[in-house]
């Protein structure tokens, strides 16, 4: 293995190709720290950001008047606002009101730090997203498949637990894929709040080598395999799903 | 028809490139042409650049900018630049000279162009609250360490002394974070938290260590530019004749430095 990563500091000192991240021991920590954060809040997020979506989805069609207004006015507001906006007013506005914990150095922090609201920030904002796709496959039942599963007695939570969100499940991987691809590329965002994932610890290594260019290419490359991953993935699933003759 | 297209499109292209390299040739003509020198300051670095209430950026590195565009006679147009950006913007020639309290590196010295001598210098320390007692640089081992984005002590700070850097964007969201408790301190250059200490709001703050790592600030103008580069040594030194940095520190309230001194002694 350290051949492999002394022959990137000769390529360095011969053609001024410069992976800092590959030959430096230090560099490479960073970036493989980088690289589990990166992959850590994008699981946190894509579970979340499911979860969300589902059960928004179900309090959408709820018979109360005021939990369908709260659902839509959690979507507006998620969805018409910028990511990099919420972050920034969840950790600077809403982190510094919040009750603050005695810390290991013997001074007072915030009760969350960067990462749990990035976390939290995230979820939320491709929820919003996600409960309007489910609202799209969960609408593409057929309304007599629901009256069939009335009429045989389901209650209205086994409707939607066994009937309805099954069926439209399959209807809305396609949009979801989307969705979830682009949540684990939102989560580039993070680095203005100090989250050490990928773009950021890129940052610290092309402002400490000046080796702007290589890093660029590196981050494009990495996470078109990481996004390619999820997509592999995802289209795996969607084939496991299909139902003969169904959509 | 459509492959005579894009030969046409792509000559055009190579012209215009071409154009642009000759222009790039002398970038004092290009200014005198223009009648506006473009110079990459700091906008949120009190008080060496930095932003007064009517959004102007002022401050002693916009001071100095602006006695180059008056010896070239023209006028002066502030682009505010951070770390991270500001070697970028003078390749790209977004700006014509950069004066942006950059540490003068021997690596920054193959990617921009550093005329000798160096018009400042300052060191490394940091803010942080009085209450925790901080004295050496070993006591920052295993804390969040608030730190900017793209600037060069982060590495060492976490090497060395093994803090944790916490690294924003801005200055801003970093005293932001240092107060809301986030980070135990805030590692910067020492002129900026000096001038930060004399302030009421953060008289709960100091500067407890030992100023490491002090360097000079090299101002910047891009490769290739020897001309420009020439009358800008010319201009440092004269600058440091006529004492016009000491007087500038007191105009913005900075004590005069010890380098600031040592340079006037020098040259008068």
Known sequence: MDVIFEWFRVLYQETGINLPFLYDEYDRNRMVDGFLTTIRLSLVCLFFSVIIGVTGAWLQGSAFKWTRRIVNGYIQLFRNTPPLVQLYFFYFA???LLPRVENDWGGQSPILGSFAWAAISLSFFAGAFNVEIFRSGIEAVPRSTVEAAEALGFSKLQIYRDITLPLAFRVVLPALNNNLVNLVKTTTLAYAIAVPEMLYEANQIWSDNVNVTEMMIFLLLAYFVL???LVGAMNRWERAMKIPGYG | MRRKHLITIATSLVVSALGFTTAMADVLE?????GTLIVGVKADYKPYGFLDPSGDVIGIEPDLAKDVADKLGVDVEYVPVV?????????????DLMIATMTD???????????????????TNILA???????????????PVCGIQGAFYNKATSQNYGAEIVAFKGTAEAYSALKAGNCAAFVYDDSAIVAKTNDPEWADYEMPLQTIDDA????????????FAQMMSDMIVDWHKTGRILELETKWGVENTPFAKAMHEEYK
């Open chain 1, 227 to 229: 996004v390619g991953v």
């Open chain 2, 83 to 95: 770390s991270s950006n500001r070697m970028q913007f003078l390749e790209q020639g977004k700006i």
């Open chain 1, 94 to 96: 809403i982190g510094t």
């Open chain 2, 216 to 227: 000079p600030w090299g101002l910047a103008v891009a490769l290739g530019e020897d001309n």
């Open chain 2, 105 to 123: 590196r021997p690596d920054r010295r193959e990617v921009v162009l550093i005329p000798d001598p160096n018009y400042y210098s300052s060191g």
């Open chain 2, 129 to 143: 609250l009085k209450s925790l007692g901080l004295t050496k640089w070993e006591d920052l081992r295993g804390k």
């Open chain 2, 30 to 34: 290009t200014i005198k042409e223009r």
